[in-house]
């Protein structure tokens, strides 16, 4: 069993930055497929970053890329979504997922991915 715990979300003003950390529990994060995703009230989970495993190929929803930057911390075990440029509309509650390595399929789709973590909230306000 995999159990993933965010950390890092707050409330910053637009134009500003935050970390987000995904920590894995109970399996070597190098074979998993990892990513996040964001949701907010009324909408689907939606795309944000995914890492594969193995060689660590990156993948990035539009909006994600330039501004936000997905790594693992292997010696921590743990996943980081580093995002910069903040805008209102990032506002969400973001999840980090983990994909077993008998999983195959886009990066991208949640269906990849069969575990979850709790969230962490990011509000970005004046």
């Known amino acids: 069993q995999i159990q993933l715990v965010e950390s890092g979300g707050d409330v910053v003003q637009p134009g500003g930055s935050l970390n987000l950390s995904c920590a894995v529990f109970?399996?070597?994060?190098?074979?998993?497929?990892m990513a996040w995703f964001r949701q907010v009230p009324g909408k689907e989970r939606e795309f944000v970053a995914a890492i594969a495993r193995g060689n660590g190929g990156v993948d990035y929803a539009d909006f994600a890329i330039v501004r936000f930057a997905i790594s693992r911390v292997f010696v921590k075990n743990t996943v980081v979504l580093r995002m910069h440029n903040l805008k209102l509309e990032d506002t969400a509650t973001y999840y980090c997922a983990a994909g077993l390595p008998g999983t195959t399929g886009n990066l991208a789709a949640r269906t990849t991915y069969e575990f979850w973590g709790q969230g962490t909230q990011v509000t970005v306000s004046t």
């Open positions: 109970g399996r070597t994060i190098a074979p998993l497929n």
